[in-house]
């Protein structure tokens, strides 16, 4: 008796669910009124375009309509009944009433119904939300330049968001720690603005930097809205002496270039240590210039730079050269010339070895390869147990097979 109890309490469960399967299916057919409409919810952003669908699953030709959120009609079926040229039908049939409003403004948010003139009048609502689009980040905070080391706090301001919107700080692709948003509901308006700080301490790298504000906020789908500032930051020079060129040679023009690396630029003076700047030497700003050359010029100069921040300065040591070697130049001639056939010589020996090892790689190969196909060839006697079934495997076919057996028979 114990092992049919087992499969029949087993069946038992089994029709239990079924039956509450049914039960629980016939219910929702039950609830499934075909003549119910139903609708949607719908998010749009302010200037935007909304269509409302209302559909009945069947229907008995009574009307559809779609009333606004001050429960004013706005169409009956195919008539139009609200004078709002906005609003306009876009799909109506015995089952389906759809209709767009175009130039959304936050005024449209609310809930809009669906009506089916059945009896009894069957509806659905459809909640139309609004975005408030935010307008394009203003920064503000930056007037006049920073000297280094200083602080400066910019803010960002977005206006007319709903919901409020979010601004982040970027310098070039990083983002920066801001403080937190500052939100502001403006009277009369379901917006808000929105405005949020940075605060930065400035050095000489940030000069010429570009800090971004982005807005970021559902409504914008084509991206972010962003403005840029430009910092400007005010240093110190740090000299660098450039000279024209390496190897200053008795008689020749020569100039040393003094870079000051600071903003504002900076001014700057020459001197020679321990002496007069020579008397064919002219200064011209961040320029010293030599007319010509010459070994009683030689010295330590001193480039001095200054500006509004602060000063530096930068030492050369000029050794003019020999004119002597200009001279010698025919051998110069001959020895650079002899240099570039040893480059010349040297870059065939090299294609040449490289061509002979090419070759060698190639003869190898080939030789290899030949190897291979010898190997294939007789690959049928491999696996064979005897001669005459490695003759046939290597010669392949059943047909084949079948001949050889009979010759050898
Ligand atoms: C609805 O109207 C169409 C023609 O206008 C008719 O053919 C159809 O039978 C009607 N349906 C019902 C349920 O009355
Ligand atoms: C919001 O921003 C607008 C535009 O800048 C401004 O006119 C308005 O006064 C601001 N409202 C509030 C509450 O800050
Ligand atoms: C800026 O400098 C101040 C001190 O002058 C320091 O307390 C602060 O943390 C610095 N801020 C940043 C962002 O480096
Ligand atoms: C260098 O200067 C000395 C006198 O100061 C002069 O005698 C000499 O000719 C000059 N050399 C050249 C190459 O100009």
């Not at 749009?44 to 429960?71: F, H, I, K, M």
């Not at 379901?190 to 982005?214: G, H, K, M, Q, W």
């Not at 390869?369 to 001669?387: C, Q, R, W």
Request: net charge negative; proline share 6%.
């Amino acid at each position: 008796m114990a092992f049919p109890s087992a499969p029949s309490a087993l069946w038992s469960v089994s029709l239990l669910t079924a039956l509450f399967l049914a039960a629980v299916h016939s219910n929702v057919v039950y609830d499934e009124d075909p003549l119910q409409p139903l609708t949607s919810d719908e998010t749009v952003s302010v200037g935007g375009t909304v269509t409302l669908t209302c559909r009945v699953a069947e229907s008995d030709n009574s009307s559809l309509q779609w009333s606004n959120t001050a429960q004013q009609t706005l169409y009956f079926g195919e008539k139009r009944a609200l004078r709002d040229n906005r609003i306009q039908l876009h799909h109506s049939t015995p089952t389906e009433l759809s209709i767009t409003i175009s130039d959304v403004q936050l005024s449209d948010e609310g809930e809009y119904t669906c009506s089916i003139f059945t009896m009894p009048v069957r509806t659905a609502r459809a909640t139309v939300t609004v975005l408030g689009v935010p307008g394009k980040p203003q920064i503000t905070g930056f007037e006049n330049a920073v000297p280094e080391g200083g602080k400066i706090t910019l803010t960002c301001t977005s206006t007319g968001s709903k919901p409020p919107a979010s601004l982040r700080w970027y310098r070039g692709d990083q983002e920066l720690n801001g403080h937190p948003e500052v939100v502001e509901s403006i009277p009369d308006s379901p917006t808000y603005n929105v405005s949020r700080e940075l605060t930065l301490n400035v050095s000489r790298s940030d000069n010429n930097a570009f800090i971004t504000c982005a807005v970021h906020h559902p409504s914008l789908t084509h991206g972010e809205k962003r403005s840029e500032q430009a910092l400007r930051v005010l240093y110190s020079p740090n000299v660098d002496i450039r000279a024209e060129s390496n190897l200053p040679r008795e008689g020749e023009k020569f100039y040393l270039q003094c870079l000051g690396n600071g903003n504002p630029e900076p001014t700057y003076t020459w001197e020679k240590k321990d002496g007069e700047l020579p008397p064919l030497s002219k200064e011209d700003g961040a320029f010293l210039h030599f007319e010509m050359l010459n070994k009683s010029d030689n010295g330590i100069y001193l480039c001095h730079a200054h500006n509004s921040i602060g000063k530096s300065q930068g030492e050369y040591t000029l050794g003019v050269q020999d004119a002597a070697d200009n001279i010698a130049d025919p051998t110069a001639m001959s020895t650079s010339s002899g240099v570039d056939h040893a480059v010349i010589g040297g870059v065939v020996a090299v294609i040449v070895f490289i061509l002979l090892c090419l070759l060698i790689v190639l003869g190898r190969y080939l030789i290899r390869h030949k190897g291979t196909y010898l190997t294939h060839e007789a690959k049928g006697s491999d696996d064979a147990p005897d001669a005459d079934t490695a003759i046939i495997n290597a010669e392949g076919g059943h047909s084949g097979a079948e001949d050889k057996k009979e010759y050898f028979i």
